[in-house]
């Protein structure tokens, strides 16, 4: 997948038209017609929103018995002809170590960022921003939606965008400043960015679904949903309806991670901060805590706590990650989006 470096701005405008041509590499659920599969079963797999075989393989057969037309015998046929064409079985340490250092990393457009998160947002895995207004959230997921449609080695993932908008945050004049910043056609660069807007937790699921279904002809390399929580503040209330709340929630996460997995894609979800009013508190400098409780915090592989600095400069933390340590980065928000921070 990776391409040598050109720097001109003209060659760089050519790259960005790229992913329109590129297709994903999920493998389509038409390809199981040629394994015993009927075209009938295949159609109503398609209108039950499963997209590719990896889907098939990768769900529990009572999902699949709940797409109408399908049986427990279908189900469990359809299950065992999609494994035959998707390795589920184990596999090295060695080998998992190589596509870790293959892994396609997405740049911040800050290079002590950059550092910071080993090479930039990781691709495959869901990384959470959060933090109270005004951090550098929505900011960072503008300038990433530019940053992946650059080639992999100029810190892209030569794919195009997918936005899901909750708050109504999303600013497509933003786009334009980032990619005159990378020397882009504004144009082609929001050609290249999918939006939807999401009114309710349901809408916002069933976004992620036709999101699927948009990934498999196209190359995409990055999704963000902001905010993922914002929608499940308003739509459940008390603690009445906490546990379907977070059920939900825990549903549309997997979904999300499920898609990053079948197309290799980077998800990045932003988070809303709440303050935190127990005992421990008192001895907290900055007592504010994500919502989402434990669903959020085991779901994203990455987590980041941002915080505002001076002047326009923000300060971006590892609040949970496997592979990094505990560490800070200043980064700052200018005209052109995130940048290296200024005295």
Same mark, same amino acid.
């Given at each position: 997948?990776?391409r ?15 992913p ?6 999920a ?8 394994h015993n599969i009927?075209?009938?079963d295949?159609k ?12 098939v ?8 018995m ?7 015998a279908k189900a469990?046929?359809?299950?065992m ?7 589920m ?7 998992k ?15 002590? &960022?950059d550092e910071?998160? !080993? +090479? #930039? ?7 959470e921003?959060? /933090?109270? %207004? =005004? ?7 503008h300038?990433?939606?530019v940053?992946c449609? &650059?080639?992999?080695a100029? !810190? +892209? #993932?030569?794919?195009?965008a ?5 708050? /109504?945050? %999303? =600013? ?10 990378y ?28 999101a699927?279904?948009?990934?498999i ?14 929608l ?19 549903q549309?996460?997997r ?7 079948e ?12 303050a935190?009013v127990d005992?421990?508190?008192m ?11 434990n ?16 002047g326009?400069n923000?300060?971006c ?8 340590p ?5 980064f ?8 290296d921070?200024k005295?």
């Open positions: 997948m990776s040598q470096a050109r720097a001109p701005a003209a060659v760089a405008q050519e790259e960005v038209e790229e329109a041509e590129e297709t994903s590499m493998t389509p659920i038409q390809q199981l017609e040629h009927s075209a009938t295949v109503k797999l398609v209108e039950g929103g499963f997209c590719t075989v990896e889907s393989a990768y769900a529990l057969k009572k999902t699949l709940n797409v109408k037309g399908i049986s427990e469990e046929k359809l299950q002809e999609a494994k035959k064409l998707v390795d079985g184990f596999t090295t340490a060695a080998i170590h190589q596509e870790r250092v293959d892994l396609v990393r997405l740049s911040t457009g800050s290079k002590d &960022l910071l998160l !080993g +090479g #930039g947002i990781e691709t495959g895995s869901i990384t921003l959060f /933090g109270e %207004f =005004r951090t550098g959230k929505t900011q960072l997921c300038t990433l939606c940053t449609q &650059l080639p992999v100029d !810190g +892209g #993932g030569e794919g195009r997918l936005y899901i908008d909750t708050e /109504g945050t %999303f =600013r497509p004049e933003r786009l334009v400043a980032i990619a005159e910043r020397g882009l056609d504004p144009t082609d660069v929001m050609d290249n960015v999918a939006v939807a807007r999401a009114h309710n937790s349901d809408h916002q699921m069933s976004l992620l679904r036709e699927a279904s948009m990934m002809t196209v190359r995409y390399s990055l999704v963000v949903v902001d905010s993922a929580t914002a499940y503040r308003t739509d459940y209330s008390g603690r009445g309806e906490l546990a379907a709340r977070q059920q939900h929630m825990a549309f996460l979904a999300l991670q499920r898609i990053c997995d197309f290799g894609i980077a998800a990045v979800i932003t988070n809303q901060v709440v935190q005992g421990a508190a001895f907290n400098p900055d007592p504010k805590k994500p919502i989402g409780g669903i959020i915090a085991h779901a994203s592989q990455t987590r980041l706590s941002l915080r505002k600095g001076r326009e923000r300060v933390k590892i609040y949970d990650s496997p592979t990094l505990e560490s800070e980065a200043i700052s928000i200018g005209e052109d989006g995130i940048g921070p005295d």
